[in-house]
């Protein structure tokens, strides 16, 4: 989506600020490596649950029998030794002292991160792929261990622990990874970094993907990974293959569309059957990673790559991706981009009538909308996409993120074959709405506002770098007959 290419600083990441609050809320003897102290709260409540005392039999919810195996299936793809999460969850010992701290962050669905909701504006057309929200029953089984004191159970009566989730794809045609390695290092205050790495597939003719695969070389340090087209090879001749400090975008001037958007424990996108995306030779992919620096000793990312898979019969359905929004088709029903210092629930508004090239087309043609995202930066806090049908004015929603989250960026899949996804005829209407809030109230701005040195602010308007903003919605569409 990179129009122009970036100058400005990378963006500041709010891990460490919301680790130190957490470790306050938290009020345990947790130190910030996840090692434990025994809390007075979870040695009295497991040597005394008054269930046990009484019965000899282990309180319910207990760790062993009841919250390792949620821990485990839900939490650990981050919450491991050298997982993304700043403290493990792997372990008793680790997890007992963070229970009234998992409680309140499950409850407030911050935890696991997922950020596609069902809200009163918005009841998705579809479920998606991978939803990672918590069942009732999940958030209520953590609540009750943490109001029991977190109980620790018998080791002997542990549950069987689910199998990590598989994160390969199977049958991959190519892996592709990075041609230098890079040095993560903490530059004073600042951990986050930004970098692009230009990767070649490698195919010599039109071939159509049917899954993407994001390999983090580093996880210590590989926080989360935008991959796009570049169509023009337009990077071709970054020297090593990277671009350090791109800014939120792909790094280059040309045409670029956002294919990927991968976060820790993030699964294989694979398109539904009978669909693959189209590459055309001579492409190359970009990689845009967010490092987050560890603040202690410098780390070394050599293998972060692409593992893709690929056919080239030509499937029943060709996908290709679309961006809609600023920048991207549609109009604007608002006016240009523009975000005056001050403001809060500032809205901007696209309208984009399906078409193909911008010609209609026939009824015949099957159109499907299979995955969406969406893309803002650091002053945005809600984004909604709705299709609008041409002929009752029906709106169905698509997709309603009401807590953006910049580090959090993901591309939704829905969860169902191609001809049950969402149909789109020519003259729909698919409208986007993104809301801002440029004031002090917003942490994520502060933060932005920091790195460049200001602590006020300032108009924001649409571009590239930290403190311009956009708003796209990047869908996925497979079309059959065209
Ligand atoms: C996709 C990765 C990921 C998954 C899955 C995940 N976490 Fe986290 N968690 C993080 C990161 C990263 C942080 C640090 C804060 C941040 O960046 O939002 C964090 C922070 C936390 C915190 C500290 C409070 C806070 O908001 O800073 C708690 C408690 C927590 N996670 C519990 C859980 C539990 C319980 C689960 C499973 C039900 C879970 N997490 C699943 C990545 C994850």
Request: proline content about 8%; glycine content about 10%; hydrophobic content about 35%.
């Amino acid at each position: 989506m990179s129009r122009r290419p970036s100058t400005l600083l990378p963006l500041l990441c709010s891990l460490a600020l919301s680790f130190a609050l957490a470790c306050g809320d938290a009020g345990s003897g947790t130190n910030s490596d996840g090692e434990t102290s025994e809390t007075s709260e979870t040695s009295e409540s497991s040597s005394a649950p008054t269930s046990e005392s009484e019965t000899g039999v282990a309180a319910r919810p207990n760790w062993h029998e009841d919250v390792a195996p949620l821990v485990a299936e839900h939490c650990q793809g981050c919450h491991k030794t050298g997982g993304i999460a700043p403290f493990s969850l792997e372990s008793y010992a680790a997890a007992g002292p963070w229970a009234s701290v998992i409680a309140d962050v499950t409850e407030a669905g911050e935890m696991p991160p997922w950020h596609a909701l069902a809200t009163d504006q918005c009841a998705p057309a579809l479920p998606y792929k991978h939803d990672a929200q918590l069942s009732p029953e999940i958030i209520a089984t953590l609540r009750d261990w943490s109001e029991l004191g977190a109980p620790e159970g018998d080791p002997a009566l542990a549950a069987p622990l689910p199998a990590p989730p598989d994160l390969n794809l199977a049958d991959l045609t190519v892996t592709d990874t990075m041609d230098s390695p890079l040095t993560i290092a903490a530059e004073g205050s600042t951990l986050d970094f930004f970098h692009c790495l230009s990767i070649d597939p490698g195919n010599t003719e039109t071939v159509y993907l049917t899954g993407i695969q994001t390999i983090p070389g580093n996880p210590a340090i590989v926080h989360h990974v935008l991959t796009y087209v570049d169509e023009t090879a337009a990077s071709a001749d970054w020297p090593g293959g990277v671009k350090e400090d791109c800014g939120g975008g792909a790094g280059v001037s040309a045409p670029t569309t956002l294919i990927g958007a991968w976060v820790p424990g993030g699964l294989p996108m694979e398109p539904p059957a009978n669909t693959g995306i189209t590459l055309a030779p001579g492409s190359r992919l970009i990689m845009n990673v967010h490092y987050h620096a560890t603040g202690g000793e410098p780390e070394t990312d050599s293998g972060t790559g692409l593992g893709l898979r690929w056919t080239t019969e030509t499937p029943t359905y060709q996908s290709i991706f679309r961006l809609l929004g600023a920048p991207g088709d549609g109009d604007s029903l608002t006016g240009p981009l523009m975000i005056p210092a001050g403001a809060s629930g500032h809205v901007e508004e696209y309208e984009w009538i399906v078409s193909a090239n911008g010609q209609p087309f026939p009824d015949t043609v099957d159109v499907r909308m299979w995955s969406i995202a969406a893309h803002m930066h650091k002053v945005a806090v809600d984004m909604r996409v709705w299709l609008e049908d041409r002929d009752t004015g029906d709106e169905t929603c698509l997709l309603h993120v009401p807590t953006w989250d910049f580090n959090w960026q993901r591309i939704y899949e829905y969860d169902v074959g191609i001809q049950d996804t969402v149909r789109l005829r020519a003259g729909d209407k698919l409208r986007i709405r993104c809301e801002y809030d440029n004031t002090l109230a917003n942490p994520s701005l502060v933060e932005a506002l920091a790195e460049i040195g200001e602590d006020a602010p300032i108009d924001v308007q649409q571009g590239e770098g930290t403190l311009d903003e956009m708003c796209v919605a990047a869908i996925g569409v497979g079309f059959n007959g065209l």
